[in-house]
């Protein structure tokens, strides 16, 4: 199948299911919708990424729909709307929250799939 449907088919399906995600509400001040994907998205993405799926599968999952269902641009507005209202220990949980949980998904996805870092 071409790769441009595949990325936009998983897209589609990983923008939709993030949506739904993202309506977890905020804690103290910490938006976990946002936090709860780039960091699941982390560990899945690793899990298929270091797996060596083929191709079509890569494709499908890694780019579109993980593609779309984690969201850079949206944590890092977030962070920058701490920053403009000065609620900076906020702001710094959020960052710490969102890039140590998603190195720590990526982490966890390799440790599967090396069955706990013994080779891929």
């Given amino acids: ?62 780019v579109g729909v993980l593609g779309g269902f984690t969201t850079f641009s949206t944590f890092s507005f977030e962070t920058f709307r701490m920053f403009e209202e000065q609620n900076y220990l906020v702001m710094t949980g959020n960052i710490l929250i969102n890039l140590l949980g998603s190195l720590g998904g990526v982490c966890a996805g390799y440790l599967v799939i090396t069955g706990l870092g013994g080779g891929v």
């Fill in 1 to 62: 199948m071409d790769h441009l449907i595949l990325v936009g088919l998983g897209g589609a399906a990983g923008s939709l299911c993030r949506f739904e995600i993202s309506k977890i509400a905020t804690i103290r001040g910490i938006p976990l919708g946002t936090a709860l994907v780039n960091i699941l998205g982390s560990l899945l993405f690793s899990l298929v990424a270091f797996s060596r799926s083929p191709g079509d599968l890569y494709y499908f999952i890694d």
